[in-house]
Nanobody, 124 residues
């Protein structure tokens, strides 16, 4: 069982930046594809970004493309999401998820393990 713990959320002004972290308990984390998703109150969970096990391939939702960067440090069993130029619509609970298949893609159903989430709040 892979345990994922997100951190780095908080309150930030619009236009500011945050770096979210997702730390995994599993030594084989380097074989998992990892994704970031977010959920706003009353809305479905939506895809934000995903990264292949090697870290060489990444995909982003159009809503964050150009403002966010997903990366991973497999030696530390950690995946990061750097978010810049934050907007009010970026406010949400952010979840990281890991896929046994190595590539989860944009669909949440493809991920096998989920963290508890970290809150991101953006003030005007």
């Amino acid at each position: 069982q892979v345990q994922l713990v997100e951190s780095g959320g908080g309150l930030v002004q619009a236009g500011g930046s945050l770096r979210l972290s997702c730390a995994a308990s599993e030594r084989t984390f380097s074989t998992f594809g990892v994704g970031w998703f977010r959920q706003q109150p009353g809305k479905e969970r939506e895809f934000v970004a995903t990264i292949y096990p090697s870290g060489g391939t990444k995909y982003y939702a159009d809503s964050v493309k150009g403002r966010s960067t997903i990366s991973r440090d497999n030696a530390k069993n950690t995946v990061y999401l750097q978010m810049n130029s934050l907007k009010s619509e970026d406010a949400a609970i952010y979840y990281c998820a890991a896929s046994n298949s190595g590539y989860g893609g944009p669909r949440a159903i493809r991920y096998d393990y989920w963290g508890q989430g970290t809150q991101v709040t953006v003030s005007a």
